[in-house]
Antibody
């Protein structure tokens, strides 16, 4: 069974940093591209970042470019999101999502999400 | 950036009735369009990809159509478990973008 479990969320002050993790199991993690998608409270979905299976290709949404860094450790079956210079508008539930293998760039499995709250 | 616009924002439907949800792209996304269902407190679930192909395990009452800039998700006979928010997502261009969602509620 595919499982994605996020952790690392919490309350952080504006300008602060946080590192999210996503532990993957039930599939060959090293063969799949992965993504972070976020959802502000009561709002819609926003794609945040993408990383290919070998980490050779990385993309970011403009809203986080230069502040967030996506990475992965295939030996540990883990995906990460380093978030720096956090702003109030970064407050959201952050989901890690597996890239759909047959077409790519859409999401077939999602974690349960971890809440990040940016507030003083 | 491709802007995805969904309509209506809210759709009130009685159980057993048909629901038709629309998604429009600001420029062509070919057939690179997915639909997701999200229930309160849960992660989204993939329903449709390639504009019209049901994901594994998705009931046949869900169908997708369209290409280019106009897409439709149809739920042929609404069941109680189908009341949720539905999002479309284009994956033709970076950045990947979602519509703002359509909430399907019980009439």
């Amino acid at each position: 069974e595919v499982q994605l479990v996020e952790s690392g969320g919490g309350l952080v002050q504006p300008g602060g940093s946080l590192r999210l993790s996503c532990a993957a199991s039930g599939f060959t993690f090293s063969s799949y591209s992965m993504n972070w998608v976020r959802q502000a409270p009561g709002k819609g979905l926003e794609w945040v970042s993408y990383i290919s299976s070998s980490s050779s290709t990385i993309y970011y949404a403009d809203s986080v470019k230069g502040r967030f860094t996506i990475s992965r450790d295939n030996a540990k079956n883990s995906l990460y999101l380093q978030m720096n210079s956090l702003r109030a508008e970064d407050t959201a539930v952050y989901y890690c999502a597996r890239d759909f293998p047959y077409e790519g760039l859409l999401f077939d499995y999602w974690g349960q999400g971890t809440l990040v709250t940016v507030s003083s | 950036e491709i802007v995805m616009t969904q309509s209506p924002a809210t759709l009130s439907v009685s159980p057993g009735e048909r629901a038709t949800l629309s998604c429009r792209a600001s420029q062509s996304v070919s057939s690179n369009l997915a639909w997701y269902q999200q229930k309160p407190g849960q992660a989204p679930r993939l329903l449709i990809y390639g504009a019209s192909t049901r994901a594994t395990g998705i009931p046949a009452r869900f169908s997708g159509s369209g290409s280019g800039t106009e897409f439709t998700l149809t739920i042929s006979s609404l069941q109680s478990e189908d009341f949720a928010v539905y999002y479309c997502q284009q994956y033709n261009n970076w950045p990947l973008t979602f519509g703002q969602g359509t909430k399907v509620e019980i009439k």
